[in-house]
């Protein structure tokens, strides 16, 4: 499968444990994006790599979020000291090139609860 | 700020009933605006881009257009298997980030 990959599929935590979301993307994709979803609303953009460079974050993220995406493959999401506010499915999608054509390949997502 | 709402939030059709999905967008330079399906738990799955007022775009049963304010998602005598979530987000000038509407859940039902 040459799709967009993210592990794990589902997490369940406790309020206040770090969790770590990682996103394999297509292979010569050198944008990658993360996005969140919520139950009923549409993804909401978080923040975004061209290779290992991270080019922008959200205004709405806090700081205990952060991304990298060291040479400029894989990328990983953390949260720290999770937050009930924080479950949601968080989305990874990569695209080759400028994304003028609209043309992101997302992955099945990282569903997280916390309870 | 750019903004996508989509409308209506959700709707049901029987088979072979047209219909159509409205995304209307307030963007500072349109790049492009674009279409996807999102099935339940799986991520969003890209279908059209649209990048200027008159322009269509066709696929199957499903044909995008674009005026200057907004998109219209047509969908020509559905069958169940086109029940999914139809997201429509905008590439704005400075940015290079996709924004999203939240979306119409539809159901067609035989």
């Known amino acids: 499968d040459t799709g967009v990959s993210q592990n794990p599929r589902h997490k369940i935590t406790k309020r206040g444990q770090n969790v770590t979301f990682r996103c394999d993307p297509i292979s010569e994709h050198n944008r990658l994006y993360w996005y969140r979803q919520t139950l009923g609303q549409g993804p909401e953009f978080l923040t975004y790599?061209?290779?290992?460079?991270?080019?922008?974050k959200s205004r709405l993220l806090s700081d205990r979020f952060s991304a990298e995406r060291p040479k400029g493959s894989f990328s990983t999401l953390e949260i720290q000291r999770t937050e009930q506010g924080d479950s949601a499915m968080y989305l990874c999608?990569?695209?080759?090139?400028?994304?003028?054509?609209?043309?992101?390949?997302f992955g099945e997502g990282s569903r997280l609860t916390v309870l | 700020e750019d903004q996508v709402t989509q409308s209506p939030e959700a709707l049901r059709l029987q088979e072979g009933e047209s219909s159509s999905l409205n995304c209307s967008y307030t963007v500072s330079g349109l790049r492009g605006l674009f279409w996807y399906r999102q099935d339940p738990g799986k991520g969003p799955e890209f279908l059209f881009t649209?990048?200027?007022a008159g322009e269509e775009k066709e696929k199957e049963r499903l044909k995008a257009t674009l005026t200057k304010k907004e998109s219209f998602l047509h969908i020509t005598a559905p069958k169940p298997e086109d029940s999914a979530t139809y997201l429509c987000a905008v590439l704005s000038g400075g940015y290079n980030k996709l924004i999203f509407g939240a979306g119409t859940r539809l159901a067609v039902h035989p």
């Open positions: 999608a990569s695209i080759r090139g400028n994304p003028n054509t609209g043309e992101l390949f």
């Open positions: 649209l990048y200027s």
């Open positions: 790599f061209q290779n290992e460079a991270q080019l922008e």
